[in-house]
């Protein structure tokens, strides 16, 4: 994920008291790819991303496993309504 994403993740994690630590996978460029770590220290932290994502599906599920065509929350959308023509 790049750096865009990455704050989107880390934003999604701790909204759902998830465990994780967003960050570049080289400390020294935040332009490269990120990844979701079992802790800060680049020298001893574990990549932990595909368990964070999967931990995160599944809570996302708990809250509403049902989605609808209006979205996973079941609240309004924006869009246009376009008539027929004739109408």
Same mark, same amino acid.
């Given at each position: 994920? @790049?750096?865009?994403?990455?704050?989107?993740? =880390?934003?999604?994690?701790?909204?759902?008291?998830?465990?994780?630590?967003?960050?570049?996978? @080289?400390?020294?460029?935040?332009?490269?790819?990120?990844?979701?770590?079992?802790?800060? =220290?680049?020298?001893?932290?574990?990549?932990?991303?595909?368990?964070?994502?999967?931990?995160?599906?599944?809570?996302?599920?708990?809250? =509403?496993?049902?989605?609808?065509?209006?979205?996973?929350?079941?609240?309004?959308?924006?869009?246009?309504?376009?008539?027929?023509?004739?109408?």
């Amino acid at each position: 994920m @790049d750096a865009e994403e990455a704050r989107i993740v =880390d934003a999604t994690l701790r909204r759902f008291g998830l465990p994780g630590v967003v960050a570049p996978e @080289d400390p020294d460029d935040p332009s490269g790819p990120w990844r979701v770590y079992d802790e800060a =220290d680049p020298a001893t932290r574990r990549d932990t991303t595909a368990e964070a994502l999967a931990a995160l599906a599944a809570r996302l599920r708990e809250t =509403d496993s049902e989605p609808t065509s209006r979205g996973f929350d079941g609240g309004p959308t924006r869009g246009f309504i376009i008539p027929p023509k004739g109408e």
